[in-house]
Each structure stands twice: as C-alpha cells, then as structure tokens.
C-alpha cells in the first residue's frame, strides 16, 4: 500500500471516529466501529504520520474507549499518548489535550480523585494555549469531560 492511500485511509477513519462520536445514541455496533475505526485510523497513521500523529492517534484511541465505557483501555492509550507528547515537546494545544483525555479515562474507569487532577491540570494547560481557535476547541472538549 503506498503511503498516500495510509494517509487518506488515516484521515478517513479519524474523521469517521468523529462522526460516531457526535451522534447522540450509537447503536452497539456503532461503538464497536468507533473503536475498531480509531484502532484503525492509529494504524494507517504508523505508515505515514509522525510522532504528532501518533500521539494523536492514541489520543483518539483513548477518546474512543472512554465513549463505550471501556476505561482501562482509554486510560491505557490516555497514558500512553501523554507520555509521547511530554517527550516529543509536543504543541501546547497538544499537551492539554493529552490531560484532558486522562481526565476522561478516569471518568470512563470511576476513578473521581484521578479525573479531578487531570482535569484541574488540563485547565491549566488550556490557559497556556496561544492560538485562540485551539484553546477554545479544547476547551470545550475538556467540558464535556463527564462527572464520575
């Protein structure tokens, strides 16, 4: 498979990852291709992307498991795409991203006391954001982290 075909198959399957994700009542089999689509979208991004695009492909990885309730999984792809973006110096928007998606792997695994701190951290790195457009995406993001 050439690399533009991953690429386009990466965009794809992430774009689709955030069409299930805005629909108000999945079916089952809609939350199984949720996470099936973000697992894929990780995995066309390994052929192609970089280092940003990894982080973000486990990011979403993370994003999708907290959706279906799985949250060990999502803290696991939460930890694991944090770790990456505090060593690659990653963009701030970045950064605060990767908090607010361990705050909603707590969310999704129960864990209030761990949410908390994620989210009280993702809030401080939102504030840090430069560009404007990015902090308010993020911010809004980080508020529809849900209570536990």
């Not at 492909?57 to 930890?79: C, N, P, Q, V, Y």
């Not at 994620?118 to 993020?138: G, K, M, P, T």
Request: proline share 3%; hydrophobic share 45%.
């Amino acid at each position: 498979m050439e690399e533009s075909e991953h690429r386009a198959i990466g965009i794809a399957t992430y774009n689709y990852c955030w069409k299930l994700l805005e629909t108000p009542r999945r079916a089952r089999d809609e939350d199984l291709e949720l996470l099936t689509s973000a697992f894929a979208s990780r995995y066309h991004w390994s052929f192609t992307g970089g280092p940003q695009q990894w982080v973000i492909g486990d990011w979403m990885i993370s994003r999708a498991a907290a959706a279906i309730k799985e949250g060990s999984l999502s803290a696991t792809f939460a930890h694991r795409a944090n770790d990456a973006a505090q060593e690659l110096e990653a963009p701030d928007w970045l950064l605060a991203s990767c908090a607010e998606g361990l705050a909603r792997a707590y969310a999704a695994h129960g864990n209030a006391r761990e949410r908390d701190g994620w989210y009280a951290v993702a809030e401080q790195l939102v504030a840090h954001i430069a560009d404007e457009e990015s902090r308010e995406l993020v911010a809004d993001q980080l508020l529809s982290v849900p209570r536990c």
